[in-house]
């Protein structure tokens, strides 16, 4: 915990940006950092670009941006590297990716095609339905992990960075339960020494950004940063970490919609989601080993938000069915399909359905960014280990092992401005209203 009105380091120098997988999503955000750097676009999306924080009482009319409330970083001191297993640079990437328009990419096309990925640390048992060759060699995990330690150095030296951020963005992993090695940093590095399969790729990346010094966001369900041995490491090495699995499309509406239902006390029956997606993020969830992961991930939702247990005779006995399939000519642009069961006043039958064309990279490439700049806004304020404050961000958020973790959109969003207003020394918003009336 920080002390309220904490000193922030000031944000002087570059800000090195680390992507895991130069896929849809990297180069979306890439390519729009580019874009709202010159003036060609505008951060949609973006809570650090665009959003406001109100500040004291409602008849003080204080709202400043957030950009202008706390001192984060400028777009333009941002640098990006990446890992891939595919060697293309990010301009091929992005158009390969056909997420945004050739038009816009020819505008940036010298800054994306500078963007070359290093060789990844993969392995195709924890994601079976891809194929790459520009993947490093090691003779165990823990090679693997001093590899990836010794290129987050160099980047830093070669972009002469102040300051590194670390985020995944690629592909779901297959489902890994908790594991003895997971316990204790001491088994963990040992596990890694034995090329334990408990100790996935993305694991390997989380420790060495951890042992770097660099803060960590995990942006796919996998298991990742959810152990003891890499948040008690995040602690011991003051980094920052949050995650996982970008909340983007179909849990996007569950976490806006369902605390509606709590909120005015409408029962649920049922709630059948299906997506239809095309681009990698498809083909990768079209294994059950990754889907397994995602499924995880997005059928926790519901029964945090509603508390079943609280609610009985609303949210006791629903049912909750989520599919993905993958449709290759629907590309990036997703297809969320929900039909909810729900139920009012004297039991009487309701529905809901919900047709969600949304374009999935396009949603969380703000997400992305706002990541980078809050995880090193929390840094320079000596913030370490999980960032609760930034659930907003996640459908599977981490918190302290004791805690559940907070589902709910809004309450999300004012833990968010609740924790910047912390730091800054201002008053915590309450909404309770009373003292306008005294």
């Known amino acids: ?110 800054q994306m095609s500078r963007l070359r990925p290093m060789r990844a640390v993969f392995d195709q048992k924890y994601v079976k339905r891809l194929h790459g060759e520009h993947v490093k060699e090691g003779r165990t995990k823990m090679d693997l992990a001093e590899q990836l330690i010794r290129d987050i150095a160099e980047f830093k030296r070669k972009h002469r960075c102040t300051r590194l951020v670390m985020i995944w963005c690629a592909s779901t992993e297959i489902f890994i339960k908790p594991h003895a090695v997971h316990r204790t940093i001491h088994r963990f590095e040992r596990a890694m020494q034995e090329n334990h399969p408990a100790i996935a790729p993305s694991m390997i990346y989380a420790y060495a950004a951890i042992r770097s010094g660099v803060s960590f966001a995990n942006g796919a369900p996998n298991l990742t940063l959810d152990v003891p041995a890499l948040t008690t490491l995040a602690e011991q090495q003051g980094v920052p970490i949050c995650g996982k699995d970008f909340k983007t499309g179909q849990t996007l509406m569950k976490t806006i919609l369902a605390p509606g239902l709590k909120a005015r006390l409408l029962g649920l029956h049922g709630w059948y989601s299906t997506n239809i997606l095309g681009n990698r993020d498809g083909e990768v969830l079209d294994d059950p080993g990754s889907f397994k992961t995602k499924e995880e991930s997005k059928l926790s939702v519901l029964e945090y938000i509603l508390q079943p247990s609280v609610y009985p005779d609303l949210y006791g006995d629903f049912t909750h069915l989520v599919r993905i399939n993958y449709y290759p000519p629907r590309g990036d642009n997703k297809e969320g399909w929900d039909n909810i069961d729900i139920f009012g006043w004297l039991g009487y039958p309701m529905q809901i359905k919900i047709d969600f064309l949304c374009r999935d990279s396009i949603l969380a490439a703000p997400i992305v960014l706002d990541l980078v700049l809050f995880l090193d806004l929390a840094a320079r304020a000596g913030m370490r280990g999980i960032q609760e404050w930034l659930s907003f961000y996640f459908k599977s958020p981490m918190c302290a092992p004791e805690l559940y973790p907070e589902h709910d959109l809004f309450i999300q969003l004012m833990k968010l401005k609740n924790t910047l207003r912390h730091m800054r020394g201002e008053e915590l918003i309450t909404h309770l209203g009373l003292e306008y009336y005294d």
């Open 1 to 110: 915990m920080i002390e309220k009105g904490t000193k922030i380091a000031e944000a002087r120098g570059k800000l090195g940006v680390l992507l895991v997988g130069m896929g849809a999503v990297t180069t979306t955000f890439v390519a729009g950092v580019e874009a709202v750097r010159r003036g060609l676009a505008s951060p949609i999306g973006s809570l650090t670009q665009m959003g406001a924080i109100r500040l004291g009482k409602r008849t003080e009319g204080r709202s400043p941006l957030i950009k202008d409330f706390v001192p984060l970083a400028s777009l333009d001191d941002l640098v990006f590297g990446a890992w891939d297993i595919f060697e293309e640079n990010a301009y091929d990437a992005a158009l390969n990716a056909g997420v945004l328009e050739k038009e816009l990419l020819l505008q940036i096309r010298p």
